[in-house]
Each structure stands twice: as C-alpha cells, then as structure tokens.
T-cell receptor, first 115, second 114 residues
Framework: KAGVTQTPRYLIKTRGQQVTLSCSPI?????VSWYQQTPGQGLQFLFE???????NKGNFPGRFSGRQFSNSRSEMNVSTLELGDSALYLC??????????????FGPGTRLLVL | AQSVTQLGSHVSVSEGALVLLRCNYS??????LFWYVQYPNQGLQLLLK??????LVKGINGFEAEFKKSETSFHLTKPSAHMSDAAEYFC????????????FGTGTSLTVIP
C-alpha cells in the first residue's frame, strides 16, 4: 500500500505570494492532519480534516487554510506569505478521526522557503 | 490542553551504549502516548505507542518505552545504540478532550558517536 504523498517536495516563494500544498493520504484513510515544523517551534498542529470537514484547528492566522476533497486528498493554502512561514509542512493521515489510539502516518513533507 | 516536554534537545551516546530519551506529559485523563522518529529529509515514522494496555511498550528497531503514571513520564530507551539510530525523536500525546488532537514535544536530536 502506498504511503502518504506530498507535492511538491520543495518550494521557493517570495513574500506576499500564496502557495498551495497537496497531500494524498494512504488509500482508505479518511483523516488528514497538517503540521508546520520549524527548528524553533517544533511540530505545530495546523488543522485536521475528516470527510471533507475541518474537525480541529490549531492556533494559526487565517492566512492558513485547508480543504479536503471527496477522495480524501487534502490541500493547504497559505496566502500573503511571510518570511516566518518558511518551514517543513507535514501531512499525516489516519484511518478514522477521533480515536485516541489511532496512528498517524506521515508524508515526507513539503519544504517551503520564503524569500 | 495537553503539553509534552522532552528534556534535552540534543543527546549524544556512544555506539553500543544505552539510549535514554525523556518525555513528560501533562494530562488530567489517561493519555495515549506515542514516540515518532524522523530521519533527515523524511517525515515522521511511528516507533511505538501506549494505549493503556501494558505499561512497557516495545516498538520497532529495539526501542521500548515505559509508561509511569505517577511520574507522568513515557521515556524511550534502547539497550545498545546503533549508528543508524541517529535521528530526531518526538514524543506525542493524543488528547481526548480536544477530539484526540496530537500534541508533539519539541524533539530530541540523537547523535551516536562511533
């Protein structure tokens, strides 16, 4: 079974631009979560989607948004990019949402550099 | 909300020595705890998880962790370090009170010295 895939793997943008990142979960998984990883802050939760609905949202500004499609693929969008948005963005999928012991399977991440 | 504390952002051990990575959590309800490993330029991979069964949990690659409720700890150990263990390790907790949102520690970078 193929793992979680994320595209693109690397991205360079300039301040003020917007960016869209894509995540394809493991086949059959319906929950997708997004995280931002930076050296100073570690892994920070952005949001989680299940069955095309946002279940949870982390403490990020409204410039960060996401959505999930009927095939469980998910996209996240960052508008008006800032230098501080440079990070590794990780996507994780799980079979269901809301189960405390559910394992999250992570993709390789998209590394975003904002100049 | 949950919090996870990993003591020591960098740990160095000699090859063959004991690996001990510390994790403490805050929780008012029985938590579900996880250890993930991240190799350079890769995503996170699950090492092991605790889900209120046995307090000593065995994972992949010879790692294990012990859940100690009295100490609110979930430290990760491996009896003998291997060069391939060099990576970033993250402790995480799933919080039922927030829809089982995951909270990660800030990570511990493990260096193995030959």
């Amino acid at each position: 079974k193929a793992g979680v895939t994320q595209t693109p793997r690397y991205l360079i943008k300039t301040r003020g631009q917007q960016v869209t990142l894509s995540c394809s979960p493991i086949s059959g998984h319906r929950s997708v979560s997004w995280y931002q990883q930076t050296p100073g802050q570690g892994l920070q939760f952005l949001f989680e989607y299940f069955s095309e609905t946002q279940r949870n949202k982390g403490n990020f500004p409204g410039r960060f948004s996401g959505r999930q499609f009927s095939n469980s693929r998910s996209e996240m969008n960052v508008s008006t990019l800032e230098l501080g948005d440079s990070a590794l963005y990780l996507c994780a999928s799980s079979l269901v949402a809301g189960s405390p012991e559910e394992i999250q399977y992570f993709g390789p991440g998209t590394r975003l550099l904002v100049l | 909300a949950q919090s996870v504390t990993q003591l020591g952002s960098h740990v160095s051990v000699s090859e063959g020595a004991l690996v001990l990575l510390r994790c403490n959590y805050s929780s008012s309800v029985p938590p579900y705890l996880f250890w993930y490993v991240q190799y350079p330029n890769q995503g996170l991979q699950l090492l092991l998880k605790y889900t209120s069964a046995a307090t000593l949990v065995k994972g992949i690659n010879g790692f294990e962790a012990e859940f100690k409720k009295s100490e609110t700890s979930f430290h990760l150990t491996k009896p003998s370090a291997h060069m391939s263990d060099a990576a970033e390790y993250f402790c995480a907790v799933s919080d039922p009170s927030t829809g089982n949102q995951f909270y990660f520690g800030t990570g511990t970078s493990l260096t193995v010295i030959p």
